[in-house]
């Protein structure tokens, strides 16, 4: 048995097949033709751009044609935020072939980073904060060469970072809570410490709670004051950590102990030599002293005559007037001729007791 179908249905189907054909034909033509250069012009960005949160960063994006050299016409350039927008934040015209001044319409932090009329036409941003973390798209358009937009992605980190390290204190008979607020991109990994810096026993690990929002996290746990806990946050950007309570980490009484120690240690040995040095001073006194009580006595001595009552032998010298006639006393006589009398000098010796 054979069916035939009728020629109207025939035409029906052949219709729609052709339809179809024709919408697949378009849709392949957009798609590969979506990001191809019109009229030979070619734009490049960078993949994705990297920067920490408060540093510039410098979306790269440049352009080349067939007739660059040769295009005296204008050169647009527009750079738009976010795929849901279609309105440019910064934008740039130019006259390839003339020195006039470049116009740009653009916010306080955005800047153009190139010579549009050399091809380069690189966003720059000053002090890149976490909210303008988002997907940019550069525009190039030639008056006489169409346009092509490139997509860009900015990636703006965060080191990891303690904000707060409080005690919550509950309202009703559930204990206290210690918190840990941090930051950090990418989001940071959390973990809380013992005083002697090992992790938390299971039974209290298993009862902190940690939520995150944006780029911040809250951690907490509960706290009955029984011991120093230290929150830790870390990513492959680095690592911080704060201490509760702050003033009673081992740490501390560690380096406070230390400073004590060198402190008494310098005292100790500053008194040690002060008191040598008096110990010197004192016995130098001393010495003085009994050399000049020695000095004195010797003086004395001698002023005195000999010690011990000895008899000591001095020579004396006399002037005394004789008679002409001797008396037979033996003496030696230097006899000097007067009119009256003669003058001798006598030399006797007298014991002095």
Known sequence: MEFHTPPVCTFACMSKMRVRVIVRVCVLLLVTTEGLPSSGLTVHVSDEVSVLRGQDAILGCSFTHPKQDRYTDNITLSWIRGIETNSPFFQCNVKNDSLAKLECLALGEYSLAGNLRQ????????????????????????????????????????????????????SSSAPNRLQCVAEGLPLPNITWLSAYGQPLATALAA???????????????????QEELTCRVENALGRAEGTYPPAKTLRDVGLVRDVVAVAVLMLATCGFVVHRQ??????????????????????????????????????????????????????????????????DILYSTVAFQ
Request: aromatic share 6%; net charge positive.
């Open 119 to 170: 091809g380069n036409a690189s966003l720059r941003i000053s002090a890149v904060q976490v909210q303008q973390d988002a997907v940019y798209f550069c525009k190039i358009e030639l008056k006489q060469g169409g346009s092509q937009t490139k997509e860009v992605m900015l990636k703006v980190q965060v080191r990891p970072a303690i904000l707060s390290l409080s005690m919550v204190t509950s």
């Open 207 to 225: 009862r902190v709670k940690t939520s995150f929002a944006h780029w911040y996290l809250n951690s907490s746990l509960p706290y009955e004051g």
């Open 278 to 343: 008096k110990i010197r001073a004192r016995n130098r006194n001393a010495q003085i002293q009994q050399n000049d009580q020695r000095l004195e006595n010797r003086l004395l001595q001698s002023s005195h005559g000999p010690p011990g009552g000895a008899i000591a032998l001095q020579t004396v010298y006399a002037t005394v007037v004789v008679p002409d006639a001797s008396e037979g006393v033996p003496c030696t006589k230097s006899k000097h001729a007067h009119i009256d009398q003669q003058q």
